[in-house]
């Protein structure tokens, strides 16, 4: 069966500084991963997604992930934080096992200082 | 355009009195999901279906029901809401057909704010 770990409910950063958003994931089948991402108030939009072709993954506002099979993990980085990062981030499963039921983590609460 | 409708945004009830949260989308997607989302519980899975007629039970099925007589409708119902049930719900739609991988992205509805007084 798959799941997915997000090892941090909450990451506080100061702006400028790297971000590191942590996510193990289980999975019996290759995996396809994805991260969401959701502003207060507002719904949930992909950040970047893992699809075999490449094992670092770029997204959008400059965020990046990488896949480590050995380590089962997809952990989300981003050079430097802007306030504009603060928000909740979801990392997300799939795998043909589950035709493609997707599993959600229970998100990462990112605080960005100024 | 491209998009999953959820109705409605808001909507405050009494428990017991059964309701239904509707969700469409106009883009010939088979899998379709609800997802509820409480504080530092993250989303929970309610129900999906991968395809008409084609209905599973998520994480946390119990109070709710689905049905998917048609490809583009999912509609939630909560035969006797109780207030547990407040929460902030989403409906999800992707392609999962035949030869579509599973990393197809996940298109979700705007959201619905349900109290339960």
């Known amino acids: 069966a798959q799941s997915v770990t997000q090892l941090d409910s909450h990451v506080s950063v100061s702006e400028g500084t790297p971000v590191l958003l942590r996510c193990n994931y289980s999975?019996?089948?290759?995996?396809?991963l994805f991260w969401y991402v959701q502003h207060p108030n507002k719904g949930l939009q992909l950040l970047l997604k893992y699809t075999s072709a490449a094992t670092l993954v770029k997204g959008i506002n400059g965020f990046e992930a990488e896949f480590k099979k050995s380590e089962t993990s997809f952990h989300l980085t981003k050079p430097s934080a802007h306030m504009s990062d603060a928000a909740e981030y979801f990392c997300?499963?799939?795998?043909?096992?589950?035709?493609?039921?997707?599993?959600f983590g229970k998100g990462t609460k990112l605080s960005v200082k100024p | 355009e491209a998009q999953v409708t959820q109705n409605p945004r808001y909507l405050i009830t009494v428990t017991g009195k059964k309701l239904t949260v509707t969700c469409s989308q106009n883009m010939n997607h088979e899998y379709m999901s609800w997802y509820r989302q409480d504080p530092g519980l993250g989303l929970r899975q309610i129900y999906y279906s991968m395809n008409v007629e084609v209905t599973d039970k998520g994480d946390v099925p119990e109070g709710y029901k689905v049905s998917r007589k048609e490809k583009r409708n999912f509609p939630l119902i909560l035969e006797s809401p109780s207030p547990n049930q407040t929460s902030l719900y989403f409906c999800?739609?992707?392609?999962?057909?035949?030869?579509?991988?599973?990393?197809?992205?996940?298109?979700f509805g705007s959201g619905t704010q349900l109290s339960v007084l």
């Open positions: 997300v499963v799939s795998d043909w096992g589950s035709q493609g039921n997707l599993i």
């Open positions: 999975s019996s089948y290759s995996p396809s």
């Open positions: 999800a739609s992707r392609l999962t057909g035949q030869g579509i991988g599973t990393n197809e992205k996940l298109f």
